[in-house]
């Protein structure tokens, strides 16, 4: 048990266009769900944490505005890139959370990668 | 600010070779885990550590949580090519982080 299931797996766009990023948990209910980025041979950076029916709580040095979390269901966690630009080419990945507690497992999905031209 | 340090960064080896990867931290955790990431998917655990000197092992991986919960390291005895990836350590304190993470080549 525990998938979690990330869509679209591969997105390429032209600069200016928004793009959304799908992150949903498939046999269980997600609490929390972590938005993540990961640029080529680096680790994750954390971007923002999101709670189902609440704001999402975003990382220091990461716009809120520019990347729109919403966590409508236990099931479903959104990120929208607006008007993405090729900074913004990197590979995203969700991770699905039961409860959010510290140390509770986090599942990951098998990540979007965004290329902005 | 990273808190984590992995190491080695990169390390190639031939199958059957055993290794060690390291990872370290000046903070204390409450518990550590460690993934694997293949290249186009995500992360995944591999297992978590809790208890100051834990030693934990899955088949020919060998994970030890420092006494002090403040470092940990990945031991793979008999490495296979299938072991190839990239190894993440991540920390949890007040919320969790991740290592820059170990990319390890297995050759045949």
């Known amino acids: 048990g525990a998938v979690v299931s990330q869509h679209p797996s591969r997105v390429i766009c032209k600069s200016g266009t928004s793009v959304k990023i799908e992150c949903r948990s498939l046999?269980?209910?997600?609490?929390?769900m972590f938005w993540y980025r990961q640029f080529p041979k680096q680790s994750l950076m954390l971007m923002a944490t999101?709670?189902?029916?609440?704001?999402?709580?975003?990382e220091q040095g990461v716009e809120k505005d520019k990347f729109l979390i919403n966590h409508a269901s236990l099931t479903l966690s959104t990120l929208t890139v607006t008007s993405a630009h090729p900074e913004d080419s990197s590979f995203y990945i969700c991770?699905?959370?039961?409860?959010?507690?510290?140390?509770?497992?986090?599942?990951f999905g098998d990540g979007t990668r965004l290329s902005i031209l | 600010t990273q808190l984590l340090e992995q190491s080695p960064q990169f390390l190639s080896i031939q199958e059957g070779e055993n290794l060690t990867v390291y990872c370290n931290s000046s903070?204390?955790?409450?518990?550590l885990q460690w993934y694997r990431q293949e290249p186009g998917e995500g992360p995944v655990l591999l297992v978590t550590v809790v208890t100051g000197g834990e030693v934990k092992k899955l088949k020919r991986l060998t994970f030890q949580f420092g006494d002090a919960r403040k470092d940990s390291s990945l031991h793979i005895t008999a490495a296979q090519p299938g072991d190839t990836g990239l190894y993440l350590c991540?920390?949890?304190?007040?919320?969790?982080?991740f290592g820059a993470g170990t990319r390890l080549t297995v050759k045949p």
């Open positions: 903070s204390v955790f409450s518990s």
């Open positions: 999101s709670n189902e029916g609440s704001k999402a709580t975003y």
């Open positions: 046999d269980f209910q997600a609490t929390t």
């Open positions: 991540a920390g949890v304190s007040r919320d969790m982080r």
């Open positions: 991770s699905a959370s039961r409860t959010g507690l510290r140390g509770q497992p986090q599942h």
